[in-house]
T-cell receptor
Framework: EPEVTQTPSHQVTQMGQEVILRCVPI?????FYWYRQILGQKVEFLVS????????KSEIFDDQFSVERPDGSNFTLKIRSTKLEDSAMYFC???????????FGPGTRLTVT | DAKTTQPPSMDCAEGRAANLPCNHS???????VYWYRQIHSQGPQYIIH???NNETNEMASLIITEDRKSSTLILPHATLRDTAVYYC??????????????FGKGITLSVRP
């Protein structure tokens, strides 16, 4: 069964450093998403991406964040200058269409020290 | 903010049916009810969704009341591996670009041996 994959599973970085989180969505899916979950809190939407552009973003997704689909298979989330409060699980998801069910990856645990 | 309310927790015995309630009294006519679950900080997993008719798949059944203001997710024979946080989410039909999922706190289901 096809699945969404994410790398790395755990990333430790120092405050102020740039990180790139990688995702490989399900191959025939057209919509891509990033969510995050701070420990003990709700899963929060960050950004949706369709047709090579951002279709919606949340207040969390400020200028420090960017997304890219560099090669038609990977979908990346970049945080330019990490803060302590960026420590969270980051989940990638993909869907066949905008109103279809979303399939989530296993997540990347980002720890900012 | 989530448009659903769920009790914080419930438990059931292994092998018995687990009935998870959800209230969505402000649901509008073009909104679906989706259920996801999250097992111990893994990525959320899609379970089932429906508009107004009852739905069943290999994982669960979804019963939506006639007025659509509440629903029940039924796991017919709960196993220990069904212990998870279950999220009831309301999302619009044909959302297109605005297709994010808004997670609440969910209901923690504990299946006891």
């Amino acid at each position: 069964e096809p699945e969404v994959t994410q790398t790395p599973s755990h990333q430790v970085t120092q405050m102020g450093q740039e990180v790139i989180l990688r995702c490989v969505p399900i191959s025939n899916h057209l919509y891509f998403y990033w969510y995050r979950q701070i420990l003990g809190q709700k899963v929060e939407f960050l950004v949706s991406f369709y047709n090579n552009e951002i279709s919606e973003k949340s207040e969390i997704f400020d200028d420090q964040f960017s997304v890219e689909r560099p090669d038609g298979s990977n979908f990346t989330l970049k945080i330019r200058s990490t803060k302590l409060e960026d420590s969270a699980m980051y989940f990638c998801a993909s869907a066949l269409g905008g109103s279809y069910e979303q399939y989530f990856g296993p997540g990347t645990r980002l720890t900012v020290t | 903010d989530a448009k659903t309310t769920q009790p914080p927790s419930m438990d059931c015995a292994e092998g018995r049916a687990a009935n998870l309630p959800c209230n969505h009294s402000t649901i509008s006519g073009n909104e679906y009810v989706y259920w996801y679950r999250q097992i111990h900080s893994q990525g959320p997993q899609y379970i089932i969704h429906g508009l107004k008719n009852n739905e069943t798949n290999e994982m669960a059944s979804l019963i939506i009341t006639e007025d659509r203001k509440s629903s029940t997710l039924i796991l017919p024979h709960a196993t220990l591996r069904d212990t998870a946080v279950y999220y009831c989410i309301v999302r619009g039909l044909n959302t297109g670009a605005n297709s994010k999922l808004t997670f609440g706190k969910g209901i923690t289901l504990s299946v006891r041996p």
